[in-house]
């Protein structure tokens, strides 16, 4: 990826100039960062709101395959996927650190594609990046991402909220990643055996962003608060619908009830799932990374959700007693299992 480019050693330039040069790309825009890089800890004011902090850890080769998976879009995701928890309870995110373990195989350009992308997904997202740490690392890129970012107490969603009576909603589409990384796996695998073949992406790019490219559903949390329903419980689909909803169900003591064919895939997911002989319903199930925002509301908010077709209703809560149930297309009735089930047709 960096081949034709001049390269610059981190050694050359030393953990210190190294976050100096991070810190030149950097600038504060929210109000509630009262200081950013630069001194042993970053100030943060959130007034009377509660304060929402998340973190997840990336490993190279374990989380992650710089093979195919470009710096910039790896920065960017990063970045997303950890907003992404902070959305998932019904809050702003408005902060970021962003921390690295590089080994010496990373130089100067590939630590500025990988700020690029993070900074991107900062400046889309309206967050600042505020800090982080710097180390090397014996093997590998170690990336860690924490968000910061607050709400109003009567405003969280935990996952523990839902009621038995509520609708089951869900944001945008799923499947799509999962899917995605199928085919770009499988081009991988093509490019690997004959390194003069190009990857075959063409008409797949919905997917390809999904897998690449998520959007968190900041976007979600606006519109609920727009439109006054405050959801009882939410999560994001990090690991698939089926895991989630599970997670939602055991943390409120409730059951559920899921429709197949109210659960929404997108076109090009469906076909291309197809192709790869997976059935488009368990790739949204079990396929995961798609970071959708997955929510319960109660009934009487039904008529403000109805008409937002980015949001589908997919099903309800349940007393505990009756379990995790899927009612497929034709009407078969299915427990719902975090992973491993499939071809239930
Ligand atoms: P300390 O030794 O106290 O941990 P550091 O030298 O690691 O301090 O960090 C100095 C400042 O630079 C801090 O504000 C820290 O948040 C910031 N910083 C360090 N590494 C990064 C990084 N990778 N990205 C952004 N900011 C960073
Ligand atoms: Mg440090």
Same mark, same amino acid.
């Given at each position: 990826?960096?081949?034709?480019?001049?390269?610059?050693?981190?050694?050359?330039?030393?953990?210190?100039?190294?976050?100096?040069?991070?810190?030149?790309?950097?600038?504060?825009?929210?109000?509630? &960062?009262?200081?950013?890089?630069?001194?042993?800890?970053?100030?943060?004011?959130? #007034?009377?709101?509660?304060?929402?902090?998340?973190?997840?850890?990336?490993?190279?080769?374990? @989380?992650?395959?710089?093979?195919?998976?470009?710096?910039? @879009?790896?920065?960017?995701? !990063?970045?997303?996927?950890?907003?992404?928890?902070?959305?998932?309870? %019904?809050?702003?995110?408005?902060? +970021?650190?962003? #921390?690295? *373990?590089? #080994?010496?195989?990373?130089?100067?350009? !590939?630590?500025?594609?990988?700020?690029?992308?993070?900074?991107?997904?900062?400046?889309?997202?309206?967050?600042?990046?505020? $800090?982080?740490?710097?180390?090397? &690392?014996?093997?590998?890129?170690?990336?860690?991402?924490?968000?910061? *970012?607050?709400?109003?107490?009567?405003?969280?969603?935990?996952?523990? $909220?839902?009621?038995? *009576?509520?609708?089951?909603?869900?944001?945008?589409?799923?499947?799509?990643?999962? +899917?995605?990384?199928?085919?770009?796996?499988?081009?991988?695998?093509?490019?690997?055996?004959?390194?003069?073949?190009?990857?075959?992406?063409?008409?797949?790019?919905?997917? +390809?962003?999904?897998?690449?490219?998520?959007?968190?559903?900041?976007?979600? +949390?606006?519109?609920? !608060? &727009?439109?006054?329903?405050?959801? %009882?419980?939410?999560?994001?689909?990090?690991?698939?619908?089926? #895991?989630?909803?599970?997670?939602?169900?055991?943390?409120?003591?409730?059951?559920?009830?899921?429709?197949?064919?109210?659960?929404?895939?997108?076109?090009?997911?469906?076909?291309?799932?197809?192709?790869?002989?997976?059935?488009?319903?368990?790739?949204?199930?079990?396929?995961?990374?798609?970071?959708?925002?997955?929510?319960?509301?109660?009934? !009487?908010?039904?008529?403000?959700?109805?008409?937002?077709?980015?949001?589908?209703?997919?099903? @309800?809560?349940?007393?505990?007693?009756?379990?995790?149930?899927?009612?497929?297309?034709?009407?078969?009735?299915?427990?719902?299992?975090?992973?491993?089930? %499939?071809?239930?047709?």
């Amino acid at each position: 990826m960096l081949e034709n480019k001049e390269k610059t050693t981190i050694a050359q330039l030393g953990e210190f100039g190294l976050i100096d040069h991070i810190s030149k790309a950097v600038t504060l825009t929210q109000k509630t &960062s009262v200081k950013g890089i630069g001194d042993d800890a970053a100030v943060l004011d959130f #007034s009377a709101k509660q304060t929402l902090v998340s973190t997840d850890l990336l490993l190279e080769g374990v @989380h992650f395959d710089l093979r195919y998976v470009p710096l910039k @879009h790896l920065g960017y995701k !990063a970045v997303q996927v950890n907003l992404s928890d902070i959305y998932a309870m %019904n809050g702003l995110a408005s902060q +970021v650190t962003f #921390s690295l *373990g590089l #080994s010496s195989k990373f130089p100067l350009e !590939a630590v500025e594609e990988l700020y690029e992308g993070a900074l991107l997904a900062c400046k889309n997202f309206g967050v600042d990046l505020v $800090g982080g740490d710097t180390s090397a &690392s014996a093997q590998g890129l170690v990336i860690s991402v924490t968000s910061l *970012g607050y709400a109003d107490a009567d405003k969280i969603a935990y996952r523990s $909220g839902a009621l038995e *009576g509520d609708l089951i909603c869900i944001s945008g589409d799923l499947g799509g990643a999962y +899917v995605g990384l199928q085919l770009l796996e499988r081009e991988k695998k093509i490019f690997l055996e004959n390194p003069n073949i190009q990857p075959d992406l063409e008409g797949k790019d919905y997917i +390809v962003e999904r897998q690449l490219k998520p959007e968190a559903r900041k976007d979600i +949390v606006e519109l609920l !608060a &727009s439109i006054e329903v405050k959801p %009882n419980a939410m999560i994001d689909v990090s690991d698939g619908l089926a #895991s989630e909803i599970l997670h939602i169900c055991r943390a409120s003591n409730c059951g559920c009830k899921l429709y197949e064919e109210k659960i929404p895939i997108d076109p090009m997911t469906y076909e291309t799932a197809r192709e790869f002989g997976l059935d488009p319903t368990v790739c949204a199930l079990n396929g995961g990374e798609d970071y959708e925002l997955l929510f319960t509301v109660k009934q !009487a908010d039904y008529d403000r959700i109805k008409s937002h077709a980015d949001i589908s209703i997919i099903g @309800h809560i349940t007393e505990v007693a009756a379990g995790c149930e899927l009612i497929t297309k034709s009407g078969k009735v299915h427990a719902i299992k975090a992973q491993g089930w %499939n071809a239930f047709h």
